[in-house]
């Protein structure tokens, strides 16, 4: 792959994944913006003491951790967020957004498997013919069919599954421009 079809690539997973991120965002104000007083106040104190399933994909910890992490480590664990919300996605895409106005119900799930895509030809650019040594990639996602129970009158899971979605996409846009200014040799890749 030459050098400015690499580049190219990185930046449209940037754009891409900036996009999920604030339509993430978006979503979770419309979704607040549609709730009684009351239950704002219910919610605000839930995600704190929740937690996301995409928590247990191994990841770094803080930005110092982030810093040290390798380029490849960066874009393994940056697909494996974004695999994780393969199912989720449908779920987010069919359930809360029908009384968002997100675009089609079919959009996050279409953004996610292009960026997905993307970031698997950059993870093979990366090893540059040498054979994938991460056992973690074959493993299954501990929470496949996590989602299943949440429905449109499930307020908490509703906003959790937002909640989530926003994070991961924000730590996914962090690593992928780390990954992208550590190609780039420059050695001020401060976040």
Aim: proline share 4%.
């Amino acid at each position: 792959m030459l050098a400015s079809d690499n580049q190219r690539l990185f930046n449209n997973a940037v754009i891409r994944v900036q996009h999920l991120h604030q339509l993430a965002a978006k979503m979770i104000n419309d979704f607040e913006d549609s709730l009684l007083p009351e239950e704002r106040r219910q919610l605000s104190k839930i995600f704190p003491l929740s937690f996301c399933n995409s928590d247990y994909i191994e990841a770094p910890t803080g930005k110092d951790e982030t810093q040290k992490s390798s380029m490849l480590k960066l874009l393994r664990i940056s697909f494996r967020l974004i695999e994780s919300w393969e199912f989720p996605s449908q779920t987010l895409s069919g359930t809360i957004s029908n009384s968002l106005t997100v675009g089609s119900p079919n959009q996050i799930t279409e953004k996610l498997a292009d960026l997905k895509m993307g970031i698997s030809v950059l993870i093979k650019g990366c090893l540059d013919g040498q054979p994938n040594m991460d056992d973690n990639d074959s493993l299954p996602l501990p929470f496949e069919d996590f989602y299943l129970t949440i429905g449109e009158n499930n307020l908490r899971e509703s906003f959790r599954l937002l909640a989530c979605f926003k994070k991961d996409m924000h730590k996914v846009e962090t690593y992928l421009r780390v990954a992208n200014c550590r190609r780039s040799l420059d050695s001020n890749c401060t976040l």
